[in-house]
């Protein structure tokens, strides 16, 4: 497929590349972290795992996504459409870190140029010893743009609520997995 950012914008928009897989999260950032209980037993964990790396969780979050390849993998792009027609917002990012492992998958994006904001998010579906599916969002970021930087502690707050609409519609997509 056809790479969706050009040469010229190849480089994350950002110094702390990788930072959402270790710890602590950098300074200087708005720091985020949700975690939400999305279902049991290892059936939810895997649908939720590949609604995760596919994008199917964002799209069904009312996201348009445009992407260079069907499942995440480090360096692959995607364009992530926030807004609603003319007022849509294009967010560029690349696939920092994958994990794809028996009780943890998922992913973490960068921003890249172009983007109104300036970090990483990754999204994780784990599974517990006891069988428990949990869903965490974990993300830094700052303004990068004039409307972001205007916008203030209004953008924390859709990111959040965002977090827990995404926690939301992946647990009805679990679910949806269960075995009759």
Not at 62 to 83: C, L, N
């Amino acid at each position: 497929m056809t790479r969706l950012i050009s040469a010229g914008r190849d480089t994350v928009s950002y110094p702390d590349r990788g930072a959402t897989r270790r710890r602590p999260l950098p300074a200087g950032y708005h720091h985020l972290h949700h975690r939400t209980r999305i279902g049991q037993g290892r059936a939810a964990f895997e649908a939720a795992g590949v609604a995760v790396t596919t994008f199917h969780a964002h799209r069904a979050s009312g996201m348009r996504v445009r992407a260079d390849a069907g499942a995440v993998r480090p360096g692959s792009r995607v364009v992530v459409g926030i807004g609603i027609g003319p007022l849509r917002i294009e967010a560029p990012c690349e696939v920092i870190w994958t994990a794809y492992e028996p009780r943890r998958i998922g992913f973490a994006y960068g921003t890249l140029a172009g983007h109104p904001e300036c970090g990483e998010e990754s999204f994780l579906v784990d599974i517990d010893a006891d069988g428990a599916v949990w869903f965490e969002v974990t993300a830094f970021s700052r303004p990068a743009t004039w409307y972001t930087r205007l916008a203030g502690p209004v953008v924390p707050f859709l990111q959040l609520r965002y977090a827990r609409w995404l926690g939301h519609r992946l647990r009805r997509l679990a679910t949806a997995a269960r075995p009759a």
